[in-house]
């Protein structure tokens, strides 16, 4: 029997983290010959990814350019990988969540009549703008896919109510929980025990509270909002907090976030962390604000309560189960919030033991089996 042919695109450090756990899947399973390529859409933060899931791409497009607009990165993508489909003729190609490369590669496969599957199908925040790009990306992403790798039911109603046929859709769970599990089993390494030891939370002097704040909408005037809510929270609990703020590399978050933040003394600005380090910081908080999506599903499996710095979420599952909260980027709101969680234990407790509605780690082999099924090859074919 020919093996069925599977091309796994991706290019950031979130697509990595959620595909390795596939990946790996589909390179065990006999019935496969899989095939990676990446684009590299954030070279250094997709690298350490690869390495730490030992991931070695068939292709690798190296795509990333400074100052580099939506319009040049989908020019890119597509250019690129137009001969890499022409050479291998993958018989599917599975694109994951909401990037520019998860938008171009889908597109190209459309073009080429691949048959596409799309893992964590299905997100919505029923907003065109927010988060931009990437509601529409997953929407295009949905339009042509041929499989939906849903990872809640919440998310198969939002492609049932789009029409997608029911027997397209598989609810799988999200990848990034069974990256999460391996990870969590791994010793902390050693930057992150410096730097919890450093700074008073390994010996309990004080609480660690880790931050994320990066996504386009919030640039400009809501950052210097979250900003000033960081520092309001800094001088409150001078002598209780520490807060940990990874920055992204872009240069309109770094320049309002070192000139607002770099002198407060109990904040700490470190450069954006590796996976294995930023998931064992995560595990050791009392608190995580945050406006990245990816860090929503990781802090609720981690049981930790997380204020989320949007206007919509499309992990609304996460905020009916109580794990997450919306709260923007008004400072007020960001502060009051954070004060009740550090000053009332039933809420916190009510936050910290939530239920994770985002998967029991198995849904790498669940994608895989609805893949082999619906080809043709699986065991209830």
């Known amino acids: 029997m020919t093996p069925l042919r599977v091309l796994s695109v991706f290019g950031t450090r979130p697509e990595a983290v959620k595909m390795a756990p596939v990946v790996r899947a589909l390179a065990a399973t006999p019935e496969v010959e899989a095939h990676v390529v990446v684009t590299a859409q954030h070279r250094e933060m997709l690298d350490q990814v690869l390495n730490l899931f ?3 791409p068939d292709f690798d497009l190296n795509l990333m350019r400074p100052n580099q607009t939506l319009a040049q990165l989908t020019a890119d993508i597509l250019n690129g990988l137009d001969p890499v489909f022409s050479r291998l003729k993958p018989d599917w190609v599975l694109v994951q969540g909401d990037t520019t490369t998860v938008m171009a590669a889908a597109l190209l496969a459309f073009y080429h009549h691949m048959r596409v599957g799309h893992v964590e199908a299905g997100l919505r925040t029923l907003d065109r703008w927010q988060p ?5 990306n997953r929407r295009i992403a949905g339009v042509v896919a041929d499989l939906h790798f849903a990872p809640t039911e919440h998310s198969r109603q939002n492609l049932l109510k789009e029409n997608v046929p029911p027997e397209s859709i598989v609810v799988t769970g999200n990848p990034a929980i069974d990256a999460l599990n391996a990870i969590v089993q791994c010793p902390m390494p050693e930057s992150a025990a410096e730097l919890l030891d450093r700074l008073g939370v390994a010996q309990g002097q004080r609480q660690l509270v880790m931050v994320t704040a990066h996504r386009r909408e919030n640039l400009g005037r809501p950052l210097e909002n979250i900003c000033a809510a960081l520092r309001s929270l800094a001088e409150e609990y001078a ?10 590399l872009n240069p309109k978050v770094q320049e309002p976030v070192h000139r607002l933040l770099g002198g407060v003394p109990n904040i700490t600005l470190t450069p954006p962390q590796d996976y294995l380090p930023m998931i064992h910081l995560l595990k050791s908080a009392v608190l995580v604000l945050t406006d990245s999506g990816g860090i929503q599903e990781e802090a609720t499996c981690l049981g930790v309560p997380t204020l989320v710095m949007r206007e919509v979420t499309e992990r609304p599952e996460g905020v ?7 709260v923007g980027s008004d ?24 239920s994770n509605p985002f998967g029991d780690g198995h849904a790498a082999e669940k994608i895989v089996a609805a893949l082999l099924e619906h080809s043709g090859v699986g065991p209830s074919a």
């Open 331 to 354: 400072t007020q709101r960001i502060v009051s919030e954070a004060r009740r969680l550090l000053e009332d234990p039933a809420a916190y407790a009510a936050m910290a033991h939530a």
């Open 320 to 326: 009916e189960a109580g794990a997450l909260k919306l």
């Open 54 to 56: 030992d991931i070695r």
């Open 132 to 136: 931009f790009p990437e509601e529409i």
């Open 239 to 248: 002598d209780r907090l520490q807060i940990v703020y990874p920055v992204h």
